[in-house]
């Protein structure tokens, strides 16, 4: 009879209180200063990369990083799936910086994504 009774306050106890603040997802902007030419980016066309969208941001790279004079690469895991779930990724390798590990950027979509990675916004 006390454990019939107990069971909604314990299956309370492992709720969030109704007072919660519940975290909003917002996305981080893609800024950067402007790649200077002999840069490189490489697009990830990976299977989940080119699901989420890498597909449609290829084109828009090779649009505007080529006036530029920043060199598109395609590759088919930029990352060894370890962000994978973060995709589509894009590394971005400075003129002049050498590797062999450089910053991704991730959820790189559309052309303002685009533009933000590339410092044109």
């Known amino acids: 009879m006390i454990l019939i009774s107990l069971l909604p306050t314990l299956s309370n106890a ?22 200077e030419g002999g840069s490189t980016v490489v697009v990830c066309v990976g299977p989940t990369c080119k699901r989420t969208g890498s597909k449609r941001a290829l084109p828009i790279f090779e649009e505007l990083a080529t006036e530029m004079g ?7 895991c930029v990352s060894e799936c370890a962000e994978c779930a973060l995709g589509p990724n894009v590394e971005v390798r400075k003129a002049g910086d050498e590797g062999p590990f450089y910053p991704i950027k991730n959820k790189v979509k559309t052309e303002e994504d685009v533009r933000g990675v590339l410092g044109l916004n």
């Open 70 to 76: 920043v060199n598109v690469e395609t590759i088919s």
């Open 14 to 35: 492992f709720c969030a209180p109704p007072t919660a603040v519940q975290q909003v997802y917002r996305p981080t902007q893609l800024r950067a200063e402007p790649l």
